[in-house]
Antibody
Framework: EVQLVESGGGLVQPGRSLKLSCAAS????????MAWVRQAPKKGLEWVAT????????YYPDSVKGRFTISRDNAKSTLYLQMDSLRSEDTATYYC???????WGQGTLVTVSS | NIVMTQSPKSMSISVGDRVTMNCKAS??????IAWYQQKPGQSPKLLIY???NRYTGVPDRFTGGGYGTDFTLTINSVQAEDAAFYYC????????FGGGTKLELK
């Protein structure tokens, strides 16, 4: 059974950093591109980052480019999202997903507030 | 950047009705569109990929169509459990979501 389990969310002050993790199991993690998608409270879905299967290529929207970094450890079947210089508008539930969209985690809530 | 626009923003439908919702891309995206269903408190679920391919386990009352810039998701004989938000997404290295359509049951 495919499982994606996010962790690392919480309350953080504006300007600070936070690192999310996503532990994957039930599939060959190293064979799949992965993504992070977020959803602000009562809002729609927003793509945050994509990483290719080997980790050599990454993609970001302008809203997070230069502040967020996606990475992966294929030996540990784990996806990461390093979030720096956090802003109040980054408050959201963050989901990790296989890039095809077939599987999603349950999400982890990040709240940026003083 | 390609913008995905969904319409209507919300719709109220009776059980058994047929409903069609729309997704318009600001540029030609071929058939690189996916549709997701999201219920409150849950993660999104993939319904349709590459515009018209139903994902494994998705009931056949869900049908995707379109090509280029205009896409549709049709639900034939809506069931109570279909009440949800529906999102289209451009399939690409830099994917973009539409703003969503809320489907409510009368």
């Amino acid at each position: 059974e495919v499982q994606l389990v996010e962790s690392g969310g919480g309350l953080v002050q504006p300007g600070r950093s936070l690192k999310l993790s996503c532990a994957a199991s039930g599939f060959t993690f190293s064979s799949f591109a992965m993504a992070w998608v977020r959803q602000a409270p009562k809002k729609g879905l927003e793509w945050v980052a994509t990483i290719t299967s080997g980790g050599s290529n990454t993609y970001y929207p302008d809203s997070v480019k230069g502040r967020f970094t996606i990475s992966r450890d294929n030996a540990k079947s784990t996806l990461y999202l390093q979030m720096d210089s956090l802003r109040s508008e980054d408050t959201a539930t963050y989901y990790c997903a296989i890039f095809s969209g077939a599987y999603w985690g349950q999400g982890t809530l990040v709240t940026v507030s003083s | 950047n390609i913008v995905m626009t969904q319409s209507p923003k919300s719709m109220s439908i009776s059980v058994g009705d047929r409903v069609t919702m729309n997704c318009k891309a600001s540029q030609n995206v071929g058939n690189n569109i996916a549709w997701y269903q999201q219920k409150p408190g849950q993660s999104p679920k993939l319904l349709i990929y590459y515009a018209s391919n139903r994902y494994t386990g998705v009931p056949d009352r869900f049908t995707g169509g379109g090509y280029g810039t205009d896409f549709t998701l049709t639900i034939n004989s809506v069931q109570a459990e279909d009440a949800a938000f529906y999102y289209c997404q451009r399939i690409y290295n830099s994917p973009t979501f539409g703003g969503g359509t809320k489907l409510e049951l009368k």
